[in-house]
């Protein structure tokens, strides 16, 4: 007894075929660029020559009301001295503070312009993003890439004690 199949059945079982094919190396092909993304901009490992020695930001947290954040600097704040900066951590999401003057501070976004990390060194004035190792002013501007655009800046006032950010 000899089976035959039609050409009907056979073109069904060469599409499965070729299906099934698709879909393992569609799926393979998502596990790897997964992989690369876990490996990049967003991990938070770093990435760059010497940014893992790069010392890290201290972490303060301030009162939100609205779009204005306010935090208190006094003689334990990792802000009192000129030329310090820190991460201001607040449900308006992270900013970076320095202070640039006895009566100045600047304020910024905490998040790269490159691949959107978050920036968490501070080294010689300069932020330093530990994914790739941008690096800014404390203005926000772009010292050294592979960012190229600035920092967002905030407005920020002084009066002595309570510095107030506005975002």
Do not use: K, W
């Not at 092909?29 to 020559?49: D, F, R």
């Not at 600097?73 to 320095?98: E, F, I, K, W, Y």
């Not at 976004?109 to 993003?129: N, R």
């Not at 002013?137 to 960012?147: F, I, K, L, Q, W």
């Amino acid at each position: 007894m000899t089976i035959t199949r039609q050409p009907e059945e056979l073109l069904t079982e060469e599409l499965r075929h070729t299906r099934r094919q698709f879909c393992t190396y569609t799926c393979q092909a998502v596990s790897l660029l997964a992989a690369g993304t876990l490996a990049g901009c967003g991990s938070g490992s770093p990435t760059s020559p010497g940014s893992a020695s790069v010392p890290q930001l201290p972490t303060i947290s301030g009162s939100v009301t609205g779009r204005t954040i306010t935090v208190t600097v006094d003689a334990a704040s990792p802000v009192t001295n000129v030329g310090s900066a820190a991460m201001l951590q607040t449900s308006l999401g992270r900013v970076l503070l320095a202070r640039t003057d006895a009566n100045a501070f600047t304020a910024v976004t905490a998040t790269c312009t490159h691949q959107s990390c978050t920036i968490t060194g501070f080294e010689d004035d300069e932020y330093v993003c530990p994914c790739h190792g941008s690096r800014f002013a404390t203005s926000g501007a772009v010292r050294n890439g592979p960012a190229s655009r600035a920092l967002q800046q905030f407005p920020t006032t002084f009066d002595g004690t309570v510095l107030t950010v506005s975002v």
